[in-house]
């Protein structure tokens, strides 16, 4: 409890899934936190839930469409005006765009990579300036597995994730001697709306799913708590020296060659 006393927190795309799990344990911990979410209803949700299962007042839902830089400069503006400079910045909201690369859309491609990059980027230089001058900050950016693996037909997401762990590296270096730690956590299979999502798009949703399990080292997917818990100690002072780097949390599945 309290590992992030007195920090303010915002998390991207925080209206349900790893991103909620992460307002909550960030609020457990004693953080304010800001759930910038493109459904402002859901968020609303989520941030009354976390109010109520924490007992915080500092829990602020805001309407924020991370492909859009200014919305997220209007996102950390109302954290700043609720509840002071934001500390923490976790860059979590992101899409799934599995395709086939050569009859892939250029909208495809362009949807993708303004999400899951772009949407990165433009969270990272929101905060940037303050936490420069402030002389302190934590950024962590939710990459996948598929920055490191490549999974045929799930083109191009794994593009854009790479990329993701490349900003985290190249900003983490030049912001390393202003006391700005920016960390990437990798996750496996999690059981979120977006993993249940592409289990149910495919021809035997029962038998996709069992085919994931039996792929695990560990028998099981993660869940978004599990997650979150790497975030609490990224985006806390018990990482002081942890900086562009990245943490996998996937139950070893990625260490994996074959059974
Ligand atoms: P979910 O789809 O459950 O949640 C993502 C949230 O992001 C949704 O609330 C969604 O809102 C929001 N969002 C989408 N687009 C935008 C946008 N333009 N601006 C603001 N918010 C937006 O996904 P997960 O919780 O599963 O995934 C979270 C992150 O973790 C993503 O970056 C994903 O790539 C990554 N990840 C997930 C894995 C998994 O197995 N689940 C594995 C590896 C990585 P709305 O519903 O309105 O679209």
Redesign the pocket.
């Known amino acids: 409890m309290n590992r992030l006393a007195g920090k303010v927190a915002l998390i991207?795309?925080a209206?349900?899934?790893?991103?909620a799990a992460i307002a909550l344990a960030f609020a457990r911990e004693g953080a304010a936190v800001v759930l910038?979410?493109?459904?402002i209803e859901?968020a609303r949700g989520t941030a009354a839930r976390i109010a109520e299962q924490t007992g915080s007042p500092r829990v602020l839902a805001v309407h924020?469409?991370?492909?859009q830089r200014a919305s997220l400069q209007q996102a950390v503006s109302k954290a700043e005006e609720a509840f002071g400079p934001v500390d923490v910045l976790v860059n979590?909201?992101?899409?799934?765009v599995f395709r086939d690369p050569l009859t892939m859309t250029d909208d495809d491609w362009r949807r993708c990579f303004a999400?899951?990059l772009d949407?990165v980027w433009n969270g990272c230089r929101a905060v940037l300036p303050g936490m420069v001058e402030r002389g302190a900050g934590s950024i962590v950016n939710?990459?996948?597995?598929?920055s490191f693996k490549i999974i045929p037909g799930c083109f191009p997401y794994p593009v854009a994730?790479h990329g993701v762990i490349g900003l985290t590296r190249a900003l983490g270096i030049e912001y390393a001697a202003r006391n700005v730690r920016v960390n990437a956590i990798a996750?496996?299979?999690?059981e979120?709306?977006?993993?249940l999502d592409w289990w149910n798009e495919q021809a035997d949703p029962v038998a996709a799913k069992q085919a994931t399990l039996d792929l695990q080292p560990m028998k099981r997917i993660g869940k978004?708590e599990e997650v979150a818990m790497t975030a609490v100690f990224l985006a806390s002072d018990e990482a002081p020296f942890i900086n562009a780097s990245c943490i996998t949390v996937d139950g070893g599945r990625s260490a994996l060659y074959h059974d």
């Open positions: 991207t795309g209206g349900r899934g790893i991103g910038a979410e493109l459904d859901t924020t469409d991370v492909t979590n909201a992101g899409i799934n999400v899951d949407g939710i990459a996948s597995t598929h994730k996750p496996g299979y999690i979120t709306q977006l993993t978004p």
